[in-house]
């Protein structure tokens, strides 16, 4: 039961194609910087299926640049 | 029920998830903003007013915004502006202002009457309170009243608690929670060299190779320094080294995780030096020109008794003295006492002898709660001493704090018995000094000091002290061996008047209760762990009858005839108290910033010198106070030199053996501050950590047959508390070790731990007792 967070950097002017692009994933909550070009991904997953199906999907994406795990909490059963 | 809760939990944690990439990212990008996120929730059509404050929490001082519209705080974010923060808070700080709005706030003062408590007003009540400590003190003396405060206090707070109490009754009977986290801190840093608090500051971050985290569980108590690290390792590649005796998140986030056996921190860090003279790491020409050796009593014992006193007898000895002595300390030694491998050993010794290496040493309650706590902090101070790695940009021994204001008012309003704001009671330059600016005639300040907290707390069981004043701490959840000072408490002949804003276990025992205006309801400043002193303005009106503690102190004090030296006007009495307070301060070595430059911008880091900061002190480069005409000066001390101490190991107060088997650690949770009486009114804190816990390790659950949420009886020497068992969840503690987090009321583990303290600093091991465990 992943989530995770991440700092995506976008290609140069690509920041609201890719705001939008994420943004219409349903295990992805993004939230862009106001004034740098960089947005914040939270996604959320109930197994490792669906977790490697997600990476698989993001890894398409061809506005990423870089794309860098700052935590994942891999909750309990009981949360 | 349990769906609603799995699923805030979740929500939390996802909100947790976004934090620490909002917190990394703010690293990367100073004043970045994300504004939907931070303004998630506010009316659109909000016309608010944004004013800077530090945040209420924690020790780091965090700068924050708060947004006010028709006289309510709707909104709080990060200040981009704060040097500390970047823009960013932790769980708490985002949450922090609803923890003014709690259903039960207090809002009128209450008298208990026959076994009730009845309203009454602020006048009368503070009536009751001037009468109740002159009876007091005309029946039993001036050392029969007290005042018992705490870091949380501002310094103006802590200030005209002091003047009274010291200055106008004569009686240092004046001691703050700050005893039971800091005190530590502050004789490891006198001891060393001669004057307190650290000599760098977050700034170090930006530019350490290496830190090492002393029993430091930073990601979940210091969450946004934290952060702040694992940028840097993302940017420059640094190595984050946890030394613990649990695993925890900060564990799990090092670069290594190196377990230790509790108490044996000690012999690790003399490993530490054995290892840099053995390989020939030590910085001679630094030590030869800056340091000397010295050694003091041992075998001092844990203060377990009534009364217990003792006093430290330093004798200098050679630097031949000190390598003999430190033979019996090789890795190959104390590994088998320690837990930790040879190698591990050298390892860490290793990062520290390197000459390209720069090394921060990180630590707080883990090494403060430590029945030889002023010893492991000297033991630290030796490391970056032999290496000349201290008091310049990355090399930093920095020790942090859990309080809003523990460094700013406790330790340098000096509001412990022994302290005064510049210098101590004993001394009779430093009571002349204070008689002066309070006005007050010299004799009224009492050479000779009295209490420290938990003797306080005896004297009050005693029946020595008969009146005490408990402002804006929660005493009767936190102190060690809790039954016998609840029980002493309560007994007849005494008065206790508690201020605070909610209800707890502490106003619980009180005769009256005060309501306090809360954090931005009144003006006030705070001093961080970095010796940045923050300044915050009203914001707010106070509920009800509600005061700041600052005005319930010179309300009584004027009751009690010392209207002269409490004078201060309404509207202006917090500038007029800083002001005088900042002539205690003045000089080179620790003169405060004006009022105005604290207005103006986030804070300021003291000694503030000619209009500017003083980043890293005892460094002639940075710190004007250095008058040695060499590179560092150690000021503090009448040589100019740092002392390494010969600190030896020893063991606990009391260690597991055939009837209480395992060890007894408590700690806290990153989403309740300290005893919970804030954060436990913020719903989705609460409802992410509603209770305490007992956390075992594995193998041992397993041979138990413990699951987690199983009822676990902990049964130590003082008595026994049931708690639902926590197994490879959030920590775990190593083997025949069990960790219980202190916030829960309902579940007091301080009704079990053991009152034993540091005989220098006199502050207790709330993280080693023995304790036996049993399925219920």
Not at chain 2, 728 to 733: A, L, S, T
């Amino acid at each position: 039961m992943p989530i995770k967070s991440y700092l995506v950097h976008p290609n140069l002017g690509k920041k609201q194609l890719l705001h939008t692009a994420l943004s219409q994933i349903e295990q992805c909550e993004v939230i862009p910087a106001e004034n740098e070009n960089l947005l914040i991904l939270v996604t959320e997953t109930q197994n490792k299926t669906e977790e490697e199906n997600l990476q698989e999907r993001l890894s398409l994406l061809k506005d990423i640049k870089l794309m860098a795990l700052v935590s994942g909490f891999n909750t309990p059963k009981t949360f | 029920m349990y769906e609603s809760l799995k699923t805030n939990r979740r929500d939390f944690v996802k909100k947790m998830a976004a934090l620490s990439a909002m917190t990394a990212a703010a690293g990367m990008f100073p004043g970045i903003v994300f504004a939907s996120e931070q303004e998630k929730g506010i009316p659109a059509n909000a016309n608010l007013d944004w004013k800077k404050a530090p945040c209420r929490f924690c020790g780091v001082g965090c700068g924050v915004l708060i947004g006010t519209e028709n006289g309510k705080a709707i909104a709080v974010k990060g200040d981009p502006k704060s040097p500390v923060n970047k823009g960013l808070c932790c769980v708490k700080g985002y949450h922090s202002i609803m923890a003014l709005y709690g259903s039960d706030r207090l809002t009128h003062p209450l008298v208990k009457k026959n076994g009730r408590y009845v309203q009454t007003t602020m006048d009368e009540a503070l009536d009751l309170v001037a009468s109740k400590m002159k009876e007091t003190i005309a029946a039993h003396g001036k050392d029969s009243v007290s005042i018992y405060g705490s870091g949380q206090w501002t310094i103006p707070d802590g200030y005209v608690a002091s003047k009274l109490f010291k200055g106008c009754i004569g009686t240092n009977n004046v001691e703050a929670n700050a005893r039971l986290c800091m005190a530590t801190a502050v004789t490891g840093f006198l001891s060393s060299f001669g004057l307190d608090e650290p000599m760098g500051c977050y700034e170090d971050i930006d530019h350490a190779d290496t830190f090492v985290l002393w029993g430091n569980n930073m990601a979940e108590m210091h969450p946004v320094l934290f952060s702040r690290l694992l940028d840097q390792r993302m940017k420059r590649g640094v190595k984050i080294i946890d030394l613990a005796t649990r695993t925890t998140r900060t564990s799990m986030a090092a670069d290594k995780s190196i377990i230790f056996n509790p108490q044996t921190d000690l012999a690790i860090a003399n490993a530490i030096c054995y290892e840099i003279i053995a390989n020939g790491w030590m910085n001679k020409s630094f030590v030869d020109e800056h340091c000397r050796f010295s050694k003091g009593l041992t075998n001092m014992g844990y203060g377990l008794e009534d009364n217990y006193a003792f006093t430290d007898k330093p004798e200098g000895i050679s630097f031949e003295d000190y390598k003999d002595f430190l033979e019996d300390y090789s890795p190959e030694k104390v590994s088998n006492l320690t837990g930790v491998s040879v190698k591990d050993l050298k390892y860490l010794a290793a990062h520290f002898g390197d000459p390209n290496k720069k090394v921060m040493s990180l630590w707080c309650m883990g090494m403060n709660q430590h029945s030889r706590g002023t010893w492991i902090n000297n033991l630290v101070y030796n490391i970056h001493l032999l290496t000349g790695k201290i008091s310049s940009p990355g090399n930093s021994p920095f020790s942090l704090t859990g309080q809003p204001s523990a460094c700013g008012t406790v330790r340098e309003v000096g509001t412990l018995t022994h302290k005064l704001p510049h210098g101590v009671v004993a001394n009779k330059e430093h009571r002349e000094f204070a008689a002066k600016i309070w006005g007050v005639p010299v004799e009224n300040i009492d050479p000779k000091p009295t209490y420290h907290t938990v003797e306080m707390f005896r004297a009050l069981d005693r029946g020595d002290i008969r009146f005490m004043w408990i402002q804006v701490t929660n005493p009767m959840v936190t102190m060690p061996k809790l039954k016998r000072y609840r029980d002493g408490a309560k007994k007849e002949g005494r008065f206790i008047v508690v201020s605070d804003v909610y209800p707890t276990p502490t106003t619980d025992i009180a005769d009256v209760i005060l309501p306090s205006a809360m954090w931005v309801e009144r003006e006030g400043l705070y001093g961080n762990s970095e010796r940045r002193t923050q300044h915050f303005e009203q914001m707010l009106e106070p509920p009800g009858e509600a005061i700041s503690d600052t005005l319930q102190l010179i309300e009584v004090a004027k009751r009690l005839g010392y209207e002269k030296q409490f004078g201060y006007k309404e509207d202006t009495h917090i500038a007029e108290i800083y002001n005088e307070y900042r002539r205690h301060h003045e000089g080179k070595k620790h003169n405060l910033a004006p009022l105005e430059v604290l207005k103006s911008q986030s804070g300021a880091l003291w000694p503030y010198v000619d209009g500017k900061e003083t980043k890293w002190r005892y460094n002639s480069t940075y710190d004007p106070a250095c008058s040695n005409g060499k590179d560092f000066h150690f000021y503090g001390n009448k040589d100019g030199k740092a002392v390494i101490w010969q600190r030896p190991y020893e063991p606990a107060a009391e260690e597991p053996d055939a009837d209480y088997p395992f060890w007894l650690g408590t700690g806290r949770v990153v989403e309740h501050w300290h005893t919970g009486s804030m954060t436990r009114r913020i719903p989705v804190l609460h409802q992410s950590m509603p209770h305490s816990y007992v956390e075992l390790h594995p193998k041992d659950a397993d041979r138990m047959q413990i699951k987690t949420g199983d009822k676990v009886k902990l049964t130590t020497r003082r008595g026994e508390i049931t708690l639902p068992a926590s197994v490879n969840e959030r920590g775990v503690p190593a083997p025949m070790q069990v960790f219980v987090p202190f916030f829960d009321e309902s579940m007091l583990i301080n009704d079990i731990t053991l009152d034993s303290f540091c005989p220098i600093s006199k502050e207790p091991d709330y993280k080693k007792c023995a304790v036996k465990v049993e399925k219920v």
